[in-house]
C-alpha cells in the first residue's frame, strides 16, 4: 500500500488480504489432498493388477501340476 489511506481503509485492506491469504492456503490444501488421493488410487491400481496377474500364474502352474501329476498316474 503505497498509497495513503484512511485508517479504517487500511485495516480493511489487511483483513481482506488475511482472509485471501486464508483461502488460497485451503485452496491449495485440497490440492494436495487431491493430488495424495490420486497418487494412492494409481499405486492401489497397479497392486491390484499385480496380485491379479500372480493369482493367474499360480493357477495355471496349479493347474499345470494337477495335470501332470494325473497323466503320471495313468
Do not use: G, P
Not at 495424495?36 to 492401489?44: D, P, V
Request: proline share 0%; aromatic share 6%; net charge positive.
Amino acid at each position: 500500500m503505497t498509497e495513503k489511506y484512511s485508517i479504517s481503509r487500511q485495516k480493511a485492506e489487511i483483513a481482506f488480504n488475511n482472509i485471501q491469504t486464508q483461502f488460497f492456503a485451503k485452496d491449495k490444501a485440497v490440492e494436495e489432498l487431491a493430488s495424495i488421493a490420486q497418487s494412492r488410487e494409481a499405486k492401489t491400481l497397479r497392486l491390484r493388477e499385480a496380485r491379479l496377474a500372480k493369482e493367474l500364474k499360480d493357477r495355471k502352474s496349479a493347474t499345470s501340476a494337477l495335470l501332470a501329476k494325473r497323466a503320471s498316474a495313468n
